[in-house]
């Protein structure tokens, strides 16, 4: 398993506060895939795929 831990601060180093903290890690694919817009653009398109291939075996 990946190990994302960071390392510790140096003890001489002052401890930042949450609002300085390094910026947001970016986020990925499965963060895009939760937003709403894109599932129903994507069921969208599987419903037309799914309508054109029950047309072409059923009905040609």
């Known amino acids: 398993m990946l190990d994302t831990s ?23 694919c499965l963060f895009a895939l939760s937003q709403p817009p894109l599932m129903i653009f994507l069921a969208v398109i599987g419903a037309l795929l799914l309508m054109a291939a ?5 009905l040609l």
């Open 6 to 28: 960071r390392d510790p601060a140096p003890a001489s180093a002052p401890a930042p506060t949450p609002a300085a903290s390094a910026p947001e890690e970016p986020r990925g």
């Open 54 to 58: 029950l047309h072409d075996l059923f």
